[in-house]
């Protein structure tokens, strides 16, 4: 697991067997955007959880999860937060 700015800053490698899971509440969070666009670069399989249909994240990325929390009202993304860390975990599973 790697915060999507740091993989970015470090050119962490990613292979064509590798997936790569882009997690975000809007689904346009900038550095996770450009991540996901360098994962797609080297093949990887990229699975993205999001709250918002239709996002770059949910257009950009082989499949994924739309956790259909509801809309956030404040900063603090209890909802989504929850929703995302439950979907991780049935799937890690």
């Known amino acids: 697991m790697e915060v999507a700015s740091d993989l970015l800053n470090r ?21 996770t955007l450009h991540a996901l666009e360098y994962a797609l670069e080297n093949d990887a399989l990229c699975v993205g959880i999001t709250n918002t249909v239709g996002s770059a994240i949910a257009r950009n990325t082989h499949c994924g999860v739309h956790i259909n929390a509801g809309r956030e009202i404040s900063v603090a993304s209890t909802k989504a937060y929850t929703s995302q860390i439950v979907v991780m975990a049935i799937w890690f599973i």
């Open 11 to 31: 050119q962490g490698p990613i292979y064509r067997e590798d997936i790569a899971v882009f997690v975000s509440q809007s689904g346009k969070t900038v550095d």
